[in-house]
Every structure is written in C-alpha cells, then in structure tokens.
C-alpha cells in the first residue's frame, strides 16, 4: 500500500518550511554561519527531538531556524524540502513562512524571499512541484508586529497567497488578529490559521466566525464541540490535519488514539500532511501510511483524502480539476 500511496498525486497545505529542515542541513547551515550548537552531530541533533509538549518542540525549532541566515540558505532549505516532495508524490505545496522568526537577526524579507522564490521557481522545473507561500504570524508576539509585518510584505505579495498563525496557542485566542486578518483579507489574500490542536474548540470558532479563514489548521479539537463539528461539516471547511505531529506533541497518546478517522467518516473535510516532517519524523506518505496502520481506512478513503487536499488547495480551478482527475485514474 505504502507504494500506492507514494505514487498518488497529493498536495501538502500544512509545511513549515523551517521544520523541513534535515539535522544534515542544519549543521551545515550552521558551519556556514559560524553559529555554534549545543549538538556535536546529526545523531545528536536528532536525539533532542523529544518532546513533551508544543512549547518543547518550539524551542529546539526557533533555535535551528536560526541557522538561516543568507539567501542561499533558504534556497537550499526549499528546493531539498521540493525535492522530497516529488520523492513523496506531493505534486503541491503550500508552505508557511515565518518573517518575524528573523527580527532579531536583522534579516529582511526581501533576503528570505530573494531565496525561498528562486527555489520554487527551481522547484517547479527541475521537479514539477508547484509552491504556495503563506505569510505565518507568530501567535506569541504582538498583534501589532503581525500588522507591521503585513505592512513590510506588501511589496511581494505577488509572491504570497496568504496569511496564517502559528506557534503556541495558548494564551493567544485568534480574536487578537482580527485586525490584521480584516487587512489581509481586504488586501485580496487568502486566510488560514492554527487551531484546535493545543488549544480549545472555542479557539476554531474564533478563527472561523472573526478570522473568516478558508482553513482550519490542525482543527482536531473540534470534536470537543458537537455543534462545531456540524458546521465544519455543513460548510466543508478544509482541516489541514498531521496525525503524527499530533501524536509527537502528545495531543494524542497514540496514533490508534487520533480521531482522524471518525472525523472523516463524520464527513468533515480531513486533509492529511507532515507539519515539521525533520522533527516529527515522517513526510506526507508517512503520514497516509499511519493513518492506514492504525485505522480502517480503504484504499477509496485514501484517494478522497487525497481528492480532498487539492480541493483546499489555492490553486486555480482548472489545475484542481486537473489533479483530481489524476487521482480519480490512479491505481
């Protein structure tokens, strides 16, 4: 099966860029800065990805992101994680990209761009991988920052489908960016945002009905609330979920634990992706394939998953179409 899911055509809508990040590239990043960590090699690097929470896993995270400091960082960053993505048969991708990540380092925007879109422009001919960018506010900075942000992207946003919200989510409720996201969305940009992974379902009202976002990332603790779970349902909002983030995170014990799968068969609008793949340890199939390990989820399940994410994608209409076509004639 594992097979069959690789070769499928799929979209990834939930990728930090930064958390595609191999220990590999991260040392050499690292070397190439001249920025000392507190790891001697790769094997203990990746001996800290242990993690008892989501403030855990982000502070190892904000410290490898780091290492990013040139533009050929992010080039080489990007085109390795489109170059898996083709090895995945992840055919689109729509990655988040954190600029406030970079303040303190004085690094602007126009540097992380100048690399990040020479490697999708590499990507999409060397590879036959599209890339979306989402401009992704940090949650636990000021909302007004979010907003000076926006501000400073605006000459790029030729360059940019959207906006999002990530990093820990408690206690920053959406509300604290309807501003920001009132500009954004007059500004003519998609809306997506984190919730309902460590924080409560009341937090996916919020993004809904003030944020007015056309996806829900994560989104699993939706099931808290029934009549939340209805409306997902009736409006089809896309819930970008990554199952072993979510296990890694300890959102869930297990994977036998995860709700994906009645979510699913529920009828709510359930896309699979990685997330962090580098620290979470698997990359969208992996994530398909355990799933499938620890659920009833037939080969019919697995195409609509797949049908489902380039639906939510952002891409036109017609390349939708397209895709989906594809899958539906897969084998």
Same mark, same amino acid.
């Given at each position: 099966?594992?097979t069959f899911?690789?070769s ?5 809508l939930?990728?930090h860029?930064?958390g595609?990040?191999?220990?590999e590239l991260i ?14 090699d790769?094997?203990a690097l ?9 403030q855990?896993f982000l ?7 780091n290492?990013?400091?040139k533009?050929e960082?992010?080039y080489?960053?990007t085109?390795? !994680? ?5 090895? &995945? ?6 990655? @988040?990209?954190?600029?406030?990540? !970079?303040r303190e380092?004085n ?16 990507g ?5 991988? #599209?890339?979306?960018?989402?401009l ?7 909302a007004?920052?979010?907003m ?8 790029y946003?030729?360059q940019?489908v959207?906006?999002?919200l990530?990093?820990a ?5 959406p509300?604290?960016f309807?501003?920001? !996201?009132?500009?954004?969305?007059s500004l003519?940009?998609k809306?997506v945002a984190?919730?309902?992974?460590? =924080?409560?379902? &009341?937090y996916v ?7 007015g ?5 994560? =989104?699993v ?5 029934p009549k ?5 349902i009736?409006t089809?909002?896309?819930? #970008?979920v ?7 995170l300890?959102?869930?014990? &297990?994977m036998?634990?995860?709700n994906? !799968?009645k979510?699913f ?9 990685? &997330?962090?793949p580098?620290?979470?340890? =698997?990359y ?7 799933i499938?390990?620890?659920?009833? @989820? ?10 489902? =994410?380039?639906?939510?994608?952002f891409?036109?209409?017609?390349q ?5 076509r594809?899958i539906e004639a897969?084998r």
């Open positions: 099966m594992n899911i690789q499928l055509p799929k979209a990834e939930h990728s860029i930064e595609t990040m191999e220990p040392l050499k990043l690292a070397d190439r800065n001249k920025i000392k960590l507190p790891y001697s790769e094997d990746r001996r800290a990805y242990q993690f008892q929470d989501l855990s502070n190892l995270y904000f410290m490898c992101a290492t990013l400091r533009p960082d992010f080489d960053m085109l390795e !994680y489109l170059k898996r993505c083709q090895q &995945d048969g992840v055919i689109h991708t729509e990655i @988040f990209v954190e600029f406030q990540s !970079y380092n690094i602007v925007i126009e540097v992380i761009l100048e690399g990040i879109s020479a490697a999708i422009k590499q999409a001919k060397e590879y036959g991988v #599209t890339c979306y960018i989402i992704c506010f940090l949650r636990h900075r000021p007004m920052e979010a000076q942000t926006l501000d400073h992207a605006a000459p946003f030729d940019i959207g906006v999002g990530a990093a989510e408690r206690p920053y409720p509300h604290l309807k501003d920001v !996201y009132d500009k954004a969305h003519g940009l809306r984190h919730a309902g992974e460590e =924080g409560p379902a &009341d009202w919020q993004a809904l009905e003030l944020l976002v056309d996806r829900i990332d994560h =989104g603790r939706c099931a808290e609330d939340l779970v209805q409306r997902l009736e089809q909002t896309p819930l #970008t990554c199952p072993l983030s979510n296990v890694k300890r959102v869930f014990p &297990d036998a634990s995860h994906v !799968y979510l068969k529920a009828g709510v609008n359930v896309t699979i992706n990685a &997330d962090d580098s620290f979470f340890g =698997g969208v199939t992996d994530n398909y394939q355990a499938m390990d620890a659920h009833p @989820f037939t080969k019919a399940d697995i195409i609509q998953l797949a049908k489902n =994410g380039i639906q939510a994608s891409l036109p209409p017609m939708k179409t397209a895709w989906i594809k897969h």
